[in-house]
Structure formats: C-alpha cells, structure tokens
Antibody, heavy 120, light 108 residues
C-alpha cells in the first residue's frame, strides 16, 4: 500500500524559506515523478512542480524563481523549498505521485496535506 | 497556459439524482491527460477519473467521464450520500499542470 506523508514546520516567517519533506512508503521513489501541490484554505488547487530521482524538475512558471525540489533516494523522500515567502503562500501543501509509470496519467496518490502558515 | 473552466460552481441535488459536471478547456487538449478528482472537507483530493474516461481503482461505476477536445464531463448517475464533495478537473500537457476551479456537489 502506497503512502505519502508530508512533514515540516507549520509556521514560517515572511521572507524566510518554507521547507517540506514527503516520505514515500510502499513504492520506490526511483519509479515515478513526484509533485507538490498547494491549496489556500477554501480555494482551489495550484500545482507547484515535480521532481524526479534523475534530477529532472519542472516548476510552475508563476513560482519557478522561488522553488527548489529534490529527491533523497536513500530515505525514499523528496522535498520542497520555497523561498521569500509571503502571506500569499499560506496554504495546505500536498505531495502527490504522478502515476504514469503505472499507466495512470494523473496524480494517483496523495499525502494527507500539511498546513503552512506564513506569519511573523 | 491552458485554463480549465468548471461549471456550475455549485450543483444542489438530492441523493438518488444524477449529477453532470462540466470542464471546458481554453484550447483543445490531449484527453489522455485529463483527470477528475473528488475532495471532501479536510481531506486530500482523490483521483476519480483519468484519461478522460477511465475510472480509478476503487471508484464505483456510477461515476463516468467523457469528452474530448475542449469539453469534458463527469457524470454521477445516482448520487450516494458519500458523493457530496467538491470535484476538480485537471490537465497536464506542454504547459504547467492546471486545475479547474471546482464544482461543489451539495445536498439539496
């Protein structure tokens, strides 16, 4: 059974860096593309970007200048860093698997989400 | 960037009724990359349909997806109490991944 679990600080100060980690169990992190998606409370979903164990990344152009993602194959984890945060970055952050390796061209597995608030 | 417009914003129906949700793309898209998700309050989205018309694992057959080009539909033939939720369409292509604004299926 595949499970994804986000972890990281729930509160980040303005202008600082938001850092989250997603731990994957039940699947090899080498086999898929791994994504970050966020959702401000009461609003819709925004894709942040994906990362692959090969080092490949692709980010939403609206966030590209502030986003960095990476994969830690030894711990079956991937991570997100978003710098220079403002209140507009306050949201629930989800990690999700792009299931194309399994023939599913969609986000087929999701973490439960973690709330991150940007405030001083 | 492809914009996905979902309608209606809210659909108020009773259990047992049929729900028809629309997702319109700003330009023609590859339907193999069109998906629908269900989200209940406090939960992560759950994949319902991928490739425009293929049901995800564990999704009952009262859910069906259809469409091509710019117009896609998610149909729930007979609403069950657990189907009341927000539904999002999503596309991945040469532009960034985009989501529609969502349709809330509410109990009437």
């Amino acid at each position: 059974q595949v499970q994804l679990q986000e972890s990281g600080p729930g509160l980040v100060k303005p202008s600082e860096t938001l850092s989250l980690t997603c731990t994957v169990s039940g699947a090899s992190i080498r086999s898929y593309y791994w994504n970050w998606i966020r959702q401000p409370l009461g609003k819709g979903l925004e894709w942040i970007g994906y990362t692959h164990h090969s080092g490949g990344t692709y980010y939403n152009p609206s966030l590209k200048s502030r986003v960095t993602t990476s994969v830690d194959t030894s711990n079956n984890q991937f991570s997100l860093k978003l710098n220079s945060v403002t209140a507009a970055d306050t949201a629930v952050y989800y990690c999700a698997r792009w299931g194309e390796t399994s023939g599913i061209k969609a986000f087929d597995m999701w973490g439960q989400g973690t709330m991150v608030t940007v405030s001083s | 960037e492809i914009v996905l417009t979902q309608s209606p914003g809210t659909l108020s129906l009773s259990p047992g009724e049929r729900a028809t949700l629309s997702c319109r793309a700003s330009q023609s898209v590859d339907s193999s990359f069109l998906a629908w998700y269900q989200q209940k309050p406090g939960q992560a989205p759950r994949l319902v349909v991928y490739g425009a018309s293929s049901r995800a694992t564990g999704i009952p057959d009262r859910f069906s997806g259809s469409g091509s080009g710019t117009d896609f539909t998610l149909t729930i033939t007979t609403l069950e109490p657990e189907d009341f939720a927000v539904y999002y369409c999503q596309h991945y292509g040469s532009s960034p991944v985009t989501f529609g604004g969502g349709t809330k299926v509410a109990i009437k």
